[in-house]
């Protein structure tokens, strides 16, 4: 797959934020990133690391690899310094994925760049896709008609269970399984820490950081499926 692929262009959006609260630092969850990230290349696609306010991007230290931190975050230098989200133009790609960390929850949800992003992939007939807790990019989305972007789609992200698990449910600015539903979505979650994506039309949605890969995998079948579309076309 992706062999015969034209290249296409995704724009990859991280957190800026970094902390949760004092003493409790937070940022990107970095598996949710670099396997997508890693798929994407590998299939021989361009990427654009872009963050809400530029430069380096914060690395939720739970996250970390044990072993090797230090050669796991300079493979990825674009973490390192990331192109500012409001002067990135959405016309320059196929694609938008939002890998997640509790860091979004704080910054992704109230951006308008990224709401103003994410409804000109939606309304032009691309890929929005999703991990975890990247979806709090969505929740802030309305389209020309008004309605919210999630209204009536079928998706998942981190669970309720998932996040009282983890003992961050009383942190979080919102529960994003709760808000997603208050939005008209549908909500389809699987056993906690469950391996879990679902594709409705453009949109690809992945529950946790274990849903990585397989969404990254999924991102590339809708890529392909558009090629094969527009060829017929």
């Known amino acids: 797959m992706g062999l015969l692929m034209n290249t296409k262009k995704i724009l990859i959006v991280v957190t800026s934020h970094q902390e ?23 299939a021989g696609h361009q990427v654009t690391v872009a963050s809400i306010k530029g430069g380096k991007t914060p690395i939720d230290p739970n996250s970390l690899p044990q072993e090797g ?6 493979d990825h230098e674009q973490l390192q310094n990331t192109v500012l989200l409001k002067e990135v133009s959405s016309d320059d790609f196929d694609a938008i994925y939002l890998p997640g960390g509790h860091g ?29 807790h990247g979806l709090s990019g969505l929740v802030g989305v309305t389209l020309s008609n008004g309605e919210s972007f999630v209204k009536g789609k079928t998706l998942t992200s981190f669970t309720n269970n998932e996040e009282q698990t983890v003992q961050l449910d009383s942190l979080m600015p919102f529960l994003l399984e709760d808000r997603l539903r208050q939005l008209g979505a549908n909500f389809i979650s ?7 994506v679902i594709t409705d039309g453009n949109l ?5 950081p274990q849903s990585s890969t397989s969404l990254g995998k999924a991102l590339l079948e809708g890529l392909e499926a558009k090629e094969l579309l527009s060829e017929r076309i």
């Not at 931190?69 to 300079?74: D, F, H, P, Q, T």
């Not at 992003?117 to 975890?132: G, H, K, L, P, Y």
Request: with cysteine.
């Open 190 to 196: 699987a056993p906690i820490f469950s391996d879990h």
């Open 104 to 132: 979004t929850m704080f910054d992704f949800a109230n951006d308008i760049s990224l709401q103003d992003m994410i409804r000109e992939f939606a309304q032009s007939d691309r890929i929005v896709a999703a991990v975890c």
């Open 20 to 42: 949760i609260q004092q003493e409790l630092p937070t940022g990107l969850w970095l598996s949710e990133f670099v396997e997508v990230y890693d798929l994407l290349i590998n």
């Open 69 to 74: 931190n230090a050669e796991r975050i300079r």
């Open 204 to 208: 690809i949605t992945g529950q946790n």
